[in-house]
Structures are given as structure tokens and as C-alpha cells.
């Protein structure tokens, strides 16, 4: 009866919601799935962090409105993180905004600064959700490939004059989803002279921030010299210490990119429930052991998989970062149904790369997201399906 908006007809179909589907209609007839096609970690929330919850839940003043643009208690927490993980000086008034998860800010971020019609840079393979918030500010996207021969990063030379012209912002995400490339000091600074030459706007996307391999801790955006005046870095919770569910999440960087965030979010929500802001400091300031554990366990298992993979004759490549590996195609197939046929006779659900852009294509996403034991089992059964010769 109600039709729905021009705007909604517009965004880009949510490529994954087929994926779950195609895993529900094999789990329902019977198959033990193993599903590597999702990003969503395992792990429960560490203890501690759900007790903070549990004890701040019963505080009569938090049943109230949060303050509107968060707990200042919660943004001092967030900038005693950066200094302390990244050496990175924030002011917890100016330079930090509360996000209700990265993605919410990652969406947003376009709408607080664009005009339709304006040009966005954004990676190619890359997070779907970038293009979802490009499309509600009706700007246009120009895409950035990011290839293997350039590790998965953007080569600057390579775009043309008009989209350097045209730029006003510009997504990028390391550790990366779906590539898990991890980028170096002098990649960001090359990047802030890029931006800074070209007048863009850099939103650096550091879910993957704490998921770094080979004792190599991957550096944040802001690190380099002049980023905040160059841009903001998103950061979630979510991965860092498995907590998905809570949506939390914070934007730190350029004061103005920031206000805007704000401005917007008066606009759109109060704030996050305060027990789980009280809760999400007390994960940023209490002792880092669970992080360094789940990067530990995300380590062993990309042994197992990346072994097991390789020992049944498909060469694959280990990620130096993020939970995910990316696998390239045998030939014969596109990702597509390559990914259809790993379900339908294996049982085990991998993510199509075209699913994350043109330049995904040739590529499978696995997500670490199992235990060793059945990561080295969707193995055995690929083997099975004699596509690989050993
Ligand atoms: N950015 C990337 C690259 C992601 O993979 C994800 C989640 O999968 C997010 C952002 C959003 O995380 P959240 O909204 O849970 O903070």
C-alpha cells in the first residue's frame, strides 16, 4: 500500500542478506554449514566488560537521556586509549564524537558533509556499507582499486585528474575487510599529502584496528603528521573486544568533521545507553590481556586454515591483518558460483569478492570466525571436491 521512497529503491541491494538466505536453506535442509561467510567474531565479550554493564545497568540516573553527544567520562576514556595505544594527543571535547557502531558513522559521515552530486573515493574490493551511505547523500562514488600487485592499497598516480578534481572525501579501511592488507606509517602520510593537496576529506575505517599478525601492531591514521587536519578515523568495539551486539562505537580526528558528526546525531538520536558507554570505557582502560589473547587465537587459526588450505594444493596467501582471508578463484568459476558450489557440495559458506565490488571478482572472503577444528575441516572437505591438484 505504502510505496517506498526513491531514496530506499536507490541504495545498493544488501549483497549479504543472500548470502544468509542461501545458508538458512541449507542449514534447514539438513546440512551441517560451516559458515565463513559473515563477520561476525565468535567470541564472547570479555567478563570483565560485561560487568561493568551489569553493575552500571542499575543506576537510576543513567535510565534517564544519556547526555546528548555522550558521557564526557566515556570520551576521555577514548582519548586516554589513543595517546596510550598510538601516542595520539585527542581533546575529549573537540576531536571525539560517540557513534552508535562504526557503521552508523561510516553512513552518516557522507550526509554530514556532502552536496548531492559530490564525488566520494572509495576502495574497490571494500565495505558495502560505504557505498549505502554515498547513495542516502545522493553523491557519487568513484572507485579506487586496490590490487594485489599494490598490496591492496590505492595507487594515487593511478586516478584521473577529474577525480582528484572532483574529491571530497575518501574512504579507506586497514586492516582491510575484505583483503585483510594492513597499511604502513608512510602509506598514511602519503595520504595526508594526497588529501591535503587535493582538498579531500579522509575517513579512515579502523575496525580491524587491534587485528594485526606477526607481532606487527597496525597503525592508526591519525598517527601521521597533519592527518587531523586531513581527516577523522573511525573506531568500533565491535572486533577489538568482541562486542557486536552493543553498538558502540567513536570518530576522532578534524574538529570540524567531528562537530558535523555531532550536529547530525542531535539531529538523529540522543546517545548510546550510558551503562553501555560506562561499560566501553571500562574495556578501553582496563588491561589489554583479552585483546592480545583474541589476536592470538585469530593468529592460531589462520595457521590452521592457511595450512590446511595450502596442503590440499589451493595457494593461498596468509593475512597480515583483520579476521579474513581472501582466497583467490580456482578457474572455471567467478566468485559467485564458485561460492554457490563450495555450499552446495561442501557445506561450507565463503563471501563472493564481487559481493565487495568489481575488483572483488577473482576473490572468496573467509572469515577466521570458527574454531581451528572446523576451519581445518571446511579444508578436508574442499579436498573432497578434487577441484585442487596436490
Ligand atoms: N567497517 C568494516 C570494514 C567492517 O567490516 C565493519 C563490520 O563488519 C564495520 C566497519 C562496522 O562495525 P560496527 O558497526 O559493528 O562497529
Not at 581533546?91 to 564525488?119: H, M, R, S, W, Y
Request: charged share 20%; hydrophobic share 40%; aromatic share 12%.
Amino acid at each position: 500500500k505504502f510505496e517506498q521512497s526513491a531514496l530506499l529503491n536507490n541504495l545498493p541491494k544488501q549483497f549479504f542478506a543472500g548470502l544468509v538466505a542461501k545458508v538458512n536453506t541449507s542449514i534447514e535442509a539438513g546440512h551441517d554449514v560451516i559458515n565463513l561467510g559473515q563477520g561476525n567474531p565468535d567470541q564472547p565479550t570479555p567478563p570483565h566488560i560485561v560487568k561493568a554493564l551489569q553493575e552500571a545497568a542499575g543506576k537510576p540516573d543513567y535510565h534517564k537521556y544519556s547526555p546528548f553527544r555522550g558521557q564526557r567520562f566515556l570520551k576521555t576514556a577514548i582519548t586516554e586509549f589513543y595517546q596510550r595505544e598510538y601516542g595520539v594527543t585527542l581533546d575529549p571535547d573537540t576531536e571525539v564524537a560517540i557513534l552508535f557502531g562504526g557503521k552508523a558513522g561510516l553512513v552518516e559521515i557522507p550526509q554530514c558533509l556532502l552536496n548531492p552530486g559530490e564525488t566520494v573515493l572509495v576502495p574497490d574490493p571494500g565495505y558495502p556499507d560505504y557505498w549505502s551511505g554515498v547513495e542516502l547523500a545522493r553523491a557519487r562514488m568513484e572507485y579506487m582499486p586496490l590490487l594485489k600487485e599494490n598490496e591492496f592499497l590505492p595507487d594515487y598516480s593511478k586516478l584521473s585528474e577529474k577525480a582528484k578534481a572532483d574529491a571530497k572525501l575518501m574512504f579507506l579501511n586497514y586492516p582491510n575487510n575484505p583483503t585483510g592488507a594492513v597499511a604502513s606509517r608512510s602509506f598514511f602520510d602519503d595520504t595526508v599529502a594526497f588529501a591535503e593537496e587535493n582538498d579531500i576529506c579522509v575517513v579512515h575505517d579502523f575496525a580491524y584496528g587491534a587485528i594485526g599478525f606477526d607481532g606487527k601492531k597496525p597503525v592508526s591514521f591519525l598517527e601521521s603528521e597533519g592527518a587531523k587536519e586531513t581527516g577523522i578515523e573511525i573506531y568500533t568495539l565491535s572486533k577489538t573486544y568482541n562486542m557486536a551486539g552493543w553498538r558502540i562505537g567513536f570518530a576522532v580526528g578534524n574538529k570540524s568533521v567531528i562537530e558535523s558528526i555531532n550536529l547530525f546525531q542531535d539531529h538523529m538520536f540522543v546517545s548510546v545507553f550510558s551503562g553501555i558507554q560506562e561499560a566501553a570505557a571500562a574495556a578501553l582502560l582496563a588491561p589489554q590481556d583479552c585483546v592480545s589473547e583474541l589476536v592470538a587465537r585469530y593468529e592460531s587459526r589462520r595457521a590452521a586454515f592457511i595450512d590446511a588450505l595450502n596442503g590440499i594444493g589451493w595457494k593461498v596467501e596468509a593475512p597480515p591483518g583483520s579476521f579474513f582471508a581472501w582466497l583467490p578463484v580456482p578457474g572455471g568459476f567467478t566468485s559467485e558460483s564458485f561460492a554457490d558450489y563450495l555450499l552446495e557440495h561442501a557445506h561450507v559458506c565463503v563471501a563472493p569478492g564481487i559481493g565487495f565490488g568489481t575488483f572483488g571478482e577473482g576473490y572468496v572472503r573467509a572469515g577466521l570466525l570458527t574454531s581451528e577444528e572446523r576451519l581445518r575441516e571446511a579444508a578436508e572437505r574442499i579436498k573432497s571436491l578434487n577441484l585442487f591438484s596436490q
